[in-house]
């Protein structure tokens, strides 16, 4: 048999399709993988082009046998291998899919008395956050794994931002350049409130970009793309300067007050990182111990080792560090026990949900005691009503944060609150 003569790229397109026209109706999320077997052409001049194609036979075998919720499974060229994967509940198991993937191929392949190692790269996309369309979501899932292919990264997870339903996300990323360049992004502070006093002992940064038409644009959506490139590098300078200039009288007048910045995923794995906080920490004349930074949980779970350490580093310069979103990453509950961090940040989504969720309100609970053992100070973020305030202060949780005390206040409207806390 040629190689890839039992490729079948119009019956993956078609079962894909499928899927999300179900997934339409059901609101569920399905994922997009695209496998290529590295050294393809390798095996087939080495071993002869029927080994390339037991290799192929077995790595489908194999992904098949260990991933669960497979819809469709198709060679889509001879050394590429599309999967669908249906009912992905939260966006962070796209790794943990990916990791699957690479782990079920982690042991040679024996044939005869030639062991073979199969190495992959992986690319995936999530039906809807990354494309509505088959052709979008397969072309989100291919460019990233072209692009952990260039950067040797194992697996590769397609943008929120980069939306691959035609809108020009080289475009966006031109004009958030602009936006630096020409001063049109400003910071707005969220307190957080100390459940025990009152008293509002922290401003989170929260960055906004005024658009074209003065419009707002959220940084849910731009943060993402510009981690896709150097420019978050840029923006988060950009944020830890313009905070602490900013704050620095107000954290002068106020000793027991300070101000949480948002770090993302990839700055903390760059040690640079440490070297802005310090100088900019200098320069404005800020006491490291009233900046606090805030590191998303599932940023955590890249490379745990380096991320730590980073962390440490950062924690050495006399900042507190504060988990964000906990709850959403599926991390390992051992890593409690090293994690160089002051606070935890309960994710919105099961703040939200515990007055009418009791699951939810368990989970919240739990999480507050075991930080509470850890000696971390616990902060709920996300709470909307008087309800939800009083369910989390009773369960003993630190702090709070959420539109019900205010919404991110503009500096007017920050000084205000400042005068009247
Ligand atoms: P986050 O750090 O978890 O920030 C909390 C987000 O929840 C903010 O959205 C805030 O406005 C919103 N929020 C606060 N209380 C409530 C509430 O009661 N209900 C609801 N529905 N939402 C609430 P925002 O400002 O749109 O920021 C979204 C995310 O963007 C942030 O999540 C953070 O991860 C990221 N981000 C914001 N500013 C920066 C920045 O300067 N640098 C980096 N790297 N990321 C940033
Ligand atoms: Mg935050
Ligand atoms: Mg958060």
Redesign the pocket.
Known sequence: MLPGSDTNWHLFFQRLSEEIESAKDSKKRIAVFVVDIVFFHIYNIKFGFERGEEIVADTINRLDENLNRVQAIERLSPHQIGIVISDVAVPELLHLGAEKIIDSLANPLVIGDDEIPVDVAVGVALYPDHGHKAENLLGGAFASLESARRQNTGYGIASTSGNHDGSDSWELENDLKQALEEDRLL??Y?PKVDLSTGNTFSF?????WKHINDEYV???SF?PLAETSYL?YD??EW?INTALREMAEPLQNNGDLSVA????AN?IYDPSIITTVKSALEIWGVNPEQLIL?V?ESALMKNQELCFRNLQLLRDTGAKISI??FGTGYSSLAYFKTIPADEL?ID?SFI?SMASNSDDSKIVDSIINLSHKFGLKVVA????DVETLNLVSDMGCDAA????IS??LDFTLFEEWLANK
């Open positions: 910071l707005n969220q989170e940064a929260l960055m906004r959220s940084p849910a943060i978050i923006l988060t944020c910045i948002n770090l993302s700055i805030e998303t964000d979103d940040k919105q939200r973020e996300g709470v909307e944060q959420g539109y019900y919404r991110p």
